[in-house]
């Protein structure tokens, strides 16, 4: 029996930040710490998170497509 890791490939967002599902991976895994900048940024929100609206989605949406 050999047990495989799977790294996830989603990105996840709360409509201010986009981040990759993978952080939680190595989070987890390899004890990886994320950015001071994004850290402050959960601490100050007590590590809630919260659904973005659909304007958001959409922006993000949006900022993610490539340039004509």
Known sequence: ????LV???S???????IWEESLTYFVAEHNFCPP???MSYLRER???SRTPSTE????ILEALQPED
């Open 56 to 59: 958001q989605v959409a922006a």
């Open 46 to 48: 007590n590590f809630e």
């Open 11 to 17: 990105l996840l967002t709360d409509g201010e930040w």
């Open 7 to 9: 790294v996830p490939l």
């Open 1 to 4: 029996y050999t047990e495989s």
């Open 36 to 38: 001071d900048h994004f």
